[in-house]
């Protein structure tokens, strides 16, 4: 009896010792063991991620309509529940269309939730056959994005016409309800009015009109920024072309698109607009190439392929470089590109994040939907997302939209133009799905043709 008593005294004695020490402060003994952490495969990373970023627009779509929400807000799922976003549910389409492909979504329920959203569009404000940035999701009224900003928006009815036409190659040779499904998506993207939106013939595209303010946002499409494939939209209209003096004069600037400067020893190739010498936000390199495929795209002015892997590889290295001192940055925790961001007085703001507007931002989206383009680069950020701070970066619908290392900052928010362009591209460099169709168009070759582009990869 009196040996239990001693052997429990000596484990309280023991006990209370480890806890003391604990607990003093200048104790230095560190715990040498590395945090436990899950580790995957890639593929199966990224299934998760994909799977992730689908819900966005599968479980928290706009409940009417179908379509995307402009945003959610975990923290306030109630604001603008109604909004629905032009070319964020263009991307949900793609990214849905990707779903189906890889066997995460219920092909039957998929069709059916895109006869909604087409159904929604057929009847939702057009002008000119163009549809707003903003729609009301019960009843398809225009919402203004600004003041004058309350009519047609080319450049998001283009992200969403790529997405029907892909939508139309993936169903035209299915069952009955698929085919009339792919012949729906046919009519609405033959309806818009893209001569109309050269402001009266000008040699080029213009970005709004409005019945009530009609040319006064007068946004002329000029290269480079995410507009490309409005012009090549445009181009491939069987019903309401644009010339190809329009891309020319209009886009390419007659040649002053071109800049022949580097950064970290790597081509810049295009003038990045507003970027003084620098390259974009990401998402340039992403809207327009979610089905337009840059894999030995050429015309008189780039490579394209060489244009969206340097604007990545610049991305890359100028986070690696990390020439403002942002704690966190590095080889894999890097991507600038528009999102949510972080005021300086701590409150949540939106900002075009690049290397010339560098607030210590880092956007999941930038890296994630770059995958085509620098693989082993996003499988690094991935990673650390998913196996080091899964559960303090991602949430219901995939990564959050945007965190800041530097301060201990992440917003509990998604945009639909981020999250849409992570399943896409993702598909892209695993399957090249959406590429494949896309190009398949005939409309989307003859207008590349007529723009004078060539692609060794599809055979144009």
């Known amino acids: 009896m009196k040996i239990l008593q001693l052997i429990i005294i000596l484990t309280f004695c023991i006990s209370c010792s480890s806890c003391d020490t604990k607990n ?24 998760m991620v994909q799977k992730d970023a689908i819900k966005y627009f599968w479980d928290y779509a706009e409940v009417n309509s179908k379509l995307a929400r402009e945003r959610y ?15 964020g ?57 600004g003041t004058k900003d309350n009519g047609g928006d080319l450049v998001e009815t283009s992200f969403l016409c790529q ?38 013939g000008e040699n080029a595209l213009y970005w709004h009109w409005s019945p009530e303010y009609e040319w006064e946002m007068n946004f002329k499409l000029e290269g480079y ?15 309401h072309p644009v010339s190809a003096e329009a891309y020319h004069q209009g886009w390419a600037r007659n040649g002053g698109i071109v800049n022949g400067g580097q950064r970290y020893n790597i081509p810049v190739i295009f003038d990045y607009n507003g970027a003084s010498g620098n390259v974009g936000p990401m998402f ?36 690696v470089t990390n020439p403002r001192q942002w704690e966190g940055y590095g080889d894999d925790c890097w991507g600038l590109t528009a999102s949510y961001s972080r005021n300086a007085n701590g409150s949540v703001g ?41 559960q303090k970066l991602v949430g219901v619908a995939g990564p959050y939209d945007a965190f800041a290392p530097h301060y201990d900052w992440v917003t509990r928010r998604y945009l639909a133009i981020d999250q849409g362009t992570i399943v896409p591209m993702i598909e892209n460099h695993r399957s090249k799905l ?19 582009f060539s692609s060794s990869t599809h055979g144009i």
């Open 24 to 47: 003093d402060d200048n104790d230095t003994t560190t715990d040498d063991t590395p945090p436990v952490t899950e580790t995957f495969t890639d593929e199966e990373l990224l299934d």
């Open 73 to 87: 807000h975990t923290d306030d799922p109630s604001n603008d529940a109604n909004i629905v976003t032009t070319g």
């Open 89 to 145: 549910s263009g991307f949900g389409i793609m990214t849905i269309i990707a779903g189906i492909d890889r066997g995460f979504i219920p092909r039957g329920e998929a069709v059916a939730r895109l006869q909604t959203n087409l159904d929604f569009l057929e009847t939702a404000d057009r002008f000119h056959g163009a549809w707003p940035h903003w729609m009301n999701g019960t009843n398809g009224d225009v919402i203004p994005f």
């Open 163 to 200: 997405a029907l036409i892909c939508l139309r190659e993936y169903f035209k040779d299915g069952n009955e309800e698929e085919q009339a499904l792919a012949q729906q998506a046919d009519e609405l993207w033959k309806g818009v009015e893209w001569d109309w939106y050269t402001k009266g």
């Open 225 to 239: 920024n995410e507009c490309l494939i409005t012009y090549i939209m445009a181009a491939a209209s069987p019903t």
């Open 284 to 319: 340039w390199a992403h809207y327009s190439y979610l089905g337009l495929d840059p894999r030995g795209l050429t015309d008189q002015y780039a490579n394209y392929w060489d244009l969206v892997h340097n604007h990545t590889a610049i991305m890359y290295q100028y986070c």
């Open 350 to 390: 939106y900002s075009a994040h690049q290397p010339n507007n560098d607030k210590g931002v880092i956007t999941p989206t930038a890296a994630l939907s770059s995958f085509p383009y620098m693989p082993e680069e996003c499988m690094s950020f991935l990673r650390y997302l998913y196996e080091k701070n899964r």
């Open 434 to 452: 959406l590429w494949n169709l896309f190009m398949q168009a005939p409309e989307v070759r003859q207008g590349l043709v007529e723009l004078g």
